[in-house]
């Protein structure tokens, strides 16, 4: 069955998508929405471009996105005949999008943080849930090698600490910086460290956090914390904490620690990307692969809503929907000096 797709909101993460779709012959993108039409037309334009560009085996066409560009998501919704809809807008405009597709009946792949709300976040999960429809969202991180290696190492074994790094610079979308728009580093980029944790050691209970503003408060619109250091109390008992900054631009990340990593007795994983590094009594052994993650993410959606089987996806809306409750329990947290209790989602 031919998976027949739309987009609402076609700037960087949905071109990085659009190329993965192209690739996969059971989907086909027929149509695409922004607020900015003009976004629409470039989005196709790069990615026939790069189409273009690609070595032809056999003299064959190289696949083509031949979408219908909308201005009006109701009526993509109504007029595409579509199965599913990638939701790829800033964190600040989600909402109204998933609840129109959801009154459509299509399967939905929401990027992250699919919410700046934990009660919003909630309700749509809810939706979802109640027509039955199959959902993702963009936590491809649990889709590499190194992070199926690093579960099968870890099965059985009590895990003590997770220590999580997301140390960085300063992102160019002008959304990303505003904090009532992207929500802040831990909840809009450092969520894939802390969904990774989650999906190597489970549910997180509590969370303690500390966030200041000391290295850009120069930067033009910049209000998020620049800075952010997050204690965990994982419900299994094991403790951790997750260190994120945007002050490391022009390379001076370069060699500090990232990723994940994970300390039961006598053994030491560090996972990030396509990378496992294991450390065990007198010895240390990295790993490395080159399969492509978000292709993988991609792929296991389209097969997820074409054979009907959501097994397929690894973060699930309501699953992506946890790690919010978490970040947003975090900066609750560094925002009021207090312990903060991770809420139930759906909230019961
Ligand atoms: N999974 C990943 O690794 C990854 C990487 C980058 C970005 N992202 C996520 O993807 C989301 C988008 O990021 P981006 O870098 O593509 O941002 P972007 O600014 O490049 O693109 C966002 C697009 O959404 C459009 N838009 C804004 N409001 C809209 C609305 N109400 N309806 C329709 N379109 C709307 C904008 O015009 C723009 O074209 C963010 O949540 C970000 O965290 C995920």
């Not at 790993?287 to 959501?310: I, K, L």
Request: charged share 20%; glycine share 10%.
């Amino acid at each position: 069955m031919a998976v027949r797709i739309g987009f609402a909101g076609t700037g960087g993460i949905a071109g990085a998508h659009l190329a993965n779709l192209v690739r996969i012959p059971e989907a086909e993108v027929v149509a695409l929405y922004d607020v900015e039409r003009e976004r629409c037309d470039l989005a196709m334009r790069r990615l026939n471009g790069q189409q273009e560009q690609l070595v032809r085996p056999g003299g064959t066409e190289p696949r083509k996105l031949q979408a219908k560009v909308y201005t009006d998501f109701r009526k993509m919704l109504a007029e595409a005949g579509l199965h599913a809809v990638y939701v790829c807008v800033p964190p600040f405009a989600h909402g109204e999008l998933e609840f129109a597709a959801i009154d459509a009946e299509v399967a939905l792949f929401v990027e992250k943080p699919v919410a700046l709300s934990i009660d919003l976040a909630s309700q749509v999960a809810e939706a979802i849930q109640r027509k039955g429809l199959v959902s993702s969202s963009g936590y491809q991180t649990r889709y590499s090698e190194a992070t199926d290696r690093a579960r099968e190492l870890l099965a059985g074994k009590t895990v003590a600490m997770a220590l999580g790094f997301y140390l960085g610079g300063l992102p160019g979308t002008p959304w990303w910086r505003v904090q009532a728009q992207s929500g802040g580093q831990l909840v809009e980029q450092a969520t894939h460290t802390v969904d990774l944790m989650r999906y190597l050691v489970g549910d997180i209970a509590r969370v303690y956090s500390a966030g200041a503003l000391r290295a850009l408060k120069e930067v033009p619109n910049v209000d998020i914390f620049d800075v952010a250091s997050t204690t965990i109390h994982f419900a299994s008992g094991a403790i951790g904490n997750v260190a994120n900054t945007s002050i490391l631009g022009s390379g001076t990340a370069s060699g500090a620690p990232a990723g994940v990593h994970i300390l039961a007795h006598d053994l030491r994983l560090e996972v990030w990307g396509t990378t496992l590094k294991i450390t065990s009594p007198g010895k240390t052994e990295e790993h490395r692969w080159t399969g492509n993650a978000m292709m993988a993410q991609d792929q296991a959606f389209v097969e997820a809503v074409a054979r009907r089987d959501p097994g397929r996806v690894r973060s699930p809306y309501a699953d992506a929907a946890k790690t919010l409750a978490v970040t947003l329990s975090a900066e609750e947290s560094a925002r009021t000096g207090r312990v903060v209790d991770v809420p139930k989602v759906p909230k019961p």
